[in-house]
């Protein structure tokens, strides 16, 4: 599946809150998750190789599994 990470997102890894996580980071997250995603859910507690606990916000589109939002713990 494509994983299509939003302007915002790639915008918020840049904040503090979201230091040491990539996109690698993110796309791994994401593929990860089983299952179609019809609406925007918050999936949480995954683990970039930084060490850093994240969550995301992601949905299921036409071209593939868009990622809306990063929340850095």
């Excluded at 998750?33 to 606990?53: D, E, L, Q, Y």
């Amino acid at each position: 599946m494509r994983i299509i990470v939003t302007e915002h997102a790639k915008k918020r890894l840049k904040d503090l809150r979201q230091e040491g996580i990539t996109i690698a980071d993110i796309t791994a997250a994401a593929s990860n998750i089983p299952g179609r995603i019809p609406t925007a859910t918050r999936f949480r507690s995954f683990i970039a190789r930084s060490g850093r606990v994240f969550d995301i916000v992601a949905k299921d589109i036409p071209g593939g599994r868009l990622v809306i939002t990063i929340i850095g713990k």
